[in-house]
């Protein structure tokens, strides 16, 4: 088996391209979701539950893969489809008027 090496760069440059949107959308996301008054204690959770899963995520993948490594494309699957349904859901909530910041044009 030959290794494409071709087909690697274009999945790391896909990947970084990716990584690079995905920072500063994260964080518009909880600026726009939380009430001024609310913001400094989300960033505080934001930046500690994002070191936790940095921390504790790979030993838990590790633990899946040892166990079954179809179970944890299974655990993969679920998490991002519950994922993609909470961010489909977020529309609704500005919608029902949940959002309290004064830019709120819903």
Known sequence: DEINIA??????TMTGIARAFYAPSANALVVNLVPREDFP???????????IATIVGPGLAGGLI????????????IISLTTALMCGCLDRVFHLGHRHCENATA
């Open 66 to 77: 040892w166990i079954s490594i179809s179970l944890s494309y299974a655990v993969a699957v």
């Open 7 to 12: 087909a690697i760069l274009v999945v790391v």
């Open 41 to 51: 204690n989300a960033v505080s959770w934001n930046a500690s539950s994002w070191q």
